[in-house]
């Protein structure tokens, strides 16, 4: 403990040594040891039973920086016994993947199976990413990637078939906490904080195990008296910014939470999911087109002014800018999540698609079809055309579907805000069509 020790965070080794990170010194040496993930590497977790029956296949780990990725993979190739290699997609081309596939090659007719780990694997294009698969079938290989994005967007079907797909989470603030503890440990200090700056430090980290670590080594080389309080600490130490990639993952299930809390009623949640957004930097006029897609598709004819609404607070965001604007954003979200929900208008308009596109070109009933030439009133254009104003009602009852199609209802609205008016109006002009058609 004591080599790995050596001196206090920040001070020189007098044996003229580089010191070793603090994430580095803790790396863990069995599967055991690790931090989190049980879901995944413990007893009935798919690593675990793999490792138990002896039938470790590809894997792909997907999930947050910080959570154990290329941890768990070293400790997988020192558990099988294979030669661990790793690469990175940033920094790797075709030429480095051919001296990798080659040299494993050449252990393999010695005996020696080898890991390739590859960081950022996602970073490959189609053609790189095909070139693990006849190393990975002949078993010159046994690759494990790493990728914080989706892999059913980012990775060929090909190797996705070849691979399981493991999530890793990020940490909790127990499993942080602990690392903390053993960072404690391993330097035989504690850290000059009290416990609720302990807590804002955990906090910080956001879930990343490296992060926290970093953050601990340097807490732990401050030369204090006492222990630091919450506010001390933040005037040291930059809040570690959100995980948030606006073309990513990140990007998408916060817009995704967004959405759904408006659709579920949830103005509190919504208003959560959008600071967040805020906070990582999110452009709110991303968030206004956003939030009147919304006022359109989920509340629909419930509420005819959300849309207004939507384009009034848009349009007030706009002249103001930020920050004041964001707060006219604010309020529509509020009114969304608050406005009867209706999406008939919405699925009325797919069905209605899916209809256009499958009828092809079918002509409009020729009664009412414009009849502007002779040849056209000679071809019956215009004929039977009953004018809907001098009908009784103001309503003729006539077909406007083509002739060989048969007449589809696609609107059905709900029993919901301004809808609730407007099914009286359907079920009306239904039942004085069915009386036009039988009379």
């Not at 990343?208 to 309080?229: F, H, I, P, T």
């Amino acid at each position: 403990m004591a080599d790995l020790f050596d001196p206090a965070p920040g001070e020189p080794d007098p044996a003229g040594r580089a010191p070793r990170p603090l994430a580095d010194r803790l790396r863990p040496t069995r599967l055991t040891e690790v931090i989190g993930q049980q879901k995944v590497i413990g007893p009935d977790g798919p690593l675990g039973v793999m490792l138990a029956s002896g039938t470790l296949s590809s894997l792909v780990f997907w999930g947050p920086p910080g959570v154990g990725k290329t941890t768990i993979a070293r400790l997988l190739a020192d558990e099988t016994e294979l030669h661990f290699v790793q690469i990175s997609a940033i920094f790797s081309g075709v030429a480095e993947l051919k001296k990798v596939f080659e040299a494993a090659k050449q252990r393999r007719r010695t005996g020696q199976g080898t890991l390739l780990f590859v960081d950022e694997i996602h970073r490959f294009n189609k053609a790189q990413q095909d070139s693990f698969l006849p190393h990975m079938e002949d078993g010159t290989i046994l690759l494990v990637g790493a990728t914080t994005e989706n892999p059913s967007f980012e990775l060929n079907a090909a190797l996705l078939s070849r691979a399981q797909v493991l999530v890793l989470e990020r940490l909790s603030a127990e499993e942080l906490e602990l690392m903390a503890s053993r960072a404690e440990a391993e330097m035989d200090r504690a850290l000059p904080l009290d416990d609720q700056a302990r807590r804002a430090l955990i906090e910080m980290a956001d879930g990343d195990g490296r992060a926290l670590l970093n953050l601990v080594e340097q807490v732990a080389a401050w030369r204090v008296e006492g222990d630091l309080d919450t506010e001390a600490l933040r005037t040291r130490l930059m809040r570690r910014a959100a995980q948030y990639d606006k073309s990513g993952d990140g990007h998408y299930n916060l817009i995704s939470a967004l959405h759904k809390s408006v659709r579920g009623s949830d103005p509190d949640a919504a208003l959560y999911w959008f600071a967040r957004m805020l906070e990582a930097g999110e452009d709110p006029r991303y968030l206004a087109r956003r939030i009147t897609r919304m006022a359109v598709e989920d509340i629909g004819l419930a509420d005819p002014q959300a849309q207004g609404m939507c384009l009034e607070s848009w349009n007030t965001y706009e002249r103001l800018g930020s920050p004041e604007g964001e707060l006219a954003l604010a309020q529509a979200i509020v009114y969304l999540a608050l406005a009867p929900k209706s999406n008939a208008a919405y699925v009325a308009y797919k069905a209605a698609r899916r209809a256009a596109k499958s009828t092809g070109s079918l002509m409009p009933p020729k009664h009412i079809l414009n009849a502007p030439t002779s040849l056209m009133k000679d071809q019956g254009y215009g004929k039977d055309y009953a004018y809907d104003h001098d009908a009784e009602d103001g309503f003729s009852g006539q077909d406007y579907f083509p002739d060989d199609m048969e007449r589809e209802a696609f609107y059905a609205p709900v029993e919901r805000g301004f809808e609730r008016d407007l099914k009286k109006r359907v079920d009306y002009f239904a039942k004085l069509r069915r009386e036009r058609n039988e009379g």
